[in-house]
Structures are given as structure tokens and as C-alpha cells.
């Protein structure tokens, strides 16, 4: 079952075309890849479904229910998380504060302690670094942060824009061990990443974006066979 469909989306920036008439789905519980080269649309495709970007035609359904429009602030409690590209934390707010930012939309305190407890069992150094400034950690722990912040909302579905971007070997296979197992946590993950092998190597489906159009799709682990993919996205 989708729990995400996307259908003939247009996104423009002035008059420029952006994203020109994609379609695609995420079924509930799997990781989908979305790959391409710098340029393609994928940030793009993310903030209009998350509301940050208007659609200029197309739908987006979300749980079957229309959500094309519906503003950024309202699709988390609906059980949406962002997980924006360059991480984004609040750099002059602790660890902590920048994870209760996260759970802004949840009324029930001992909820929220439980998420919390739950998050840091998952990232460790996010505990030992709580009372921290958020801008005084390394670029692995700011993303583990920028994650965590997410999970705090609990969602259904999470988007994630280049969580490796950036990081060092160790980190990047940190961060791809963490999505695994935030997927194994029930969350269902549309992954945007210029890491193509590391994306294919956990997802379930995949599409490939090129200047605002989906030219492949298919069963990620068969796309890394696919000599196409190869070429573009895997040649070292």
C-alpha cells in the first residue's frame, strides 16, 4: 500500500521548470531511493512535498488524502519529518533544545521523555553531548542531531536530503547503518542521496531524476546491475 504517491508534478521557479511532471510512490514500510546528479530536482521534489515549495500542478497524496497544499507546519503532526540537506540545527541551542524543537507538535510530556529516551538510545553521543551548542558539534554528530530532531515528531514517513553529504567514510557508514535501523523502527524512508551505492545498497525500489524527469525506475538492487546506473552513478 502507498502510504506516498506523487502524481505529474510540475514545480517552477519563475521560468525556469524545475520538476517537469514526475510520478512516483513510496509503499508503506520500504526505503526508496531517489538518485541523480547535482541539478536533477531531487531537493526540490522533497520541499514541495513537505510544503516548502508551492506545486504549480500535479497532486501529492499522502494516506490516500490530498496534501498538495497543505502548509509545511501542519504535515508533521500529520506524521511527515524533513530531514533537510546541510542539517540545519540551531546551532546557539543545545542538543537538547534543538531535539525538543523536533516534538514542538506533541501535548504529552511523558510521550515526549519516552521518544527522547528512545532517540538517545539510538545516537549515545547525542546524550553525552545534550547540553552542548548544537553549532560546537563535529559534521557526523550534526546529522545525527538533524535525524534525531526528526524522529522526535514520530512520523510515518521520513524524508532525508543527503544525510551523507559532507561526512567522512566512518561517519557515511554510520549514518546509512542509522537509517537501516530507523527503518527497522517502522518508519517508512524516501531517501534523496548523490551516494548511489549506498542508497541502492538499502533501499527497496528506486527511481533516477535527470533535469526534472524520472528516467529509470525499478528494484534497487537490480538498478546496480544496470549498466546505465553504473555508468552515471557507481563508476568510482
Not at 520538476?19 to 541523480?36: P, Y
Not at 523536533?102 to 521518544?115: I, M, N, P, V
Not at 548544537?134 to 522526535?152: C, F, I, K, P, V
Amino acid at each position: 500500500m502507498a502510504i506516498l504517491e506523487v502524481r505529474d508534478l510540475e514545480v517552477s521557479y519563475g521560468v525556469i521548470q524545475a520538476i517537469k511532471g514526475i510520478s512516483f510512490e513510496v509503499n508503506q514500510g520500504e526505503i526508496i531511493a531517489l538518485i541523480g546528479a547535482n541539478g536533477a530536482g531531487k531537493t526540490t521534489t522533497l520541499q514541495t512535498i513537505t510544503g516548502l515549495i508551492p506545486a504549480k500542478s500535479g497532486r501529492i497524496l499522502y494516506e490516500g488524502n490530498d496534501i498538495t497544499h497543505v502548509p509545511a507546519h501542519k504535515l508533521v503532526s500529520m506524521g511527515i519529518a524533513h530531514v533537510p540537506e546541510g542539517r540545519r540545527v540551531f546551532s546557539e541551542l543545545t542538543v537538547l533544545q534543538n531535539l525538543k524543537l523536533g516534538a514542538y507538535t506533541r501535548k504529552d510530556k511523558a510521550e515526549l521523555e519516552e521518544t527522547l529516551e528512545t532517540v538517545y538510545k539510538r545516537f549515545p553521543r547525542l546524550e553525552e553531548r545534550k547540553n552542548q551548542a548544537a553549532g560546537t558539534l563535529s559534521g557526523g554528530e550534526q546529522q545525527m542531531l538533524a535525524m534525531g530532531r526528526a524522529l522526535m515528531s514520530h512520523p510515518k514517513l521520513i524524508l532525508m536530503d543527503e544525510p551523507s553529504m559532507g561526512l567522512s567514510p566512518i561517519y557515511v557508514n554510520e549514518i546509512f547503518d542509522i537509517i537501516k535501523k530507523i527503518h527497522e523502527g517502522g518508519a517508512t524512508v524516501l531517501l534523496v542521496e548523490q551516494n548511489a551505492k549506498k542508497a541502492l545498497g538499502i533501499a527497496d525500489q528506486a527511481y533516477v531524476l535527470e533535469t526534472g524527469r524520472i528516467v529509470l525506475s525499478g528494484n534497487a538492487r537490480e538498478m546496480m546491475d544496470n549498466e546505465q546506473v553504473k555508468k552515471a552513478y557507481l563508476s568510482e
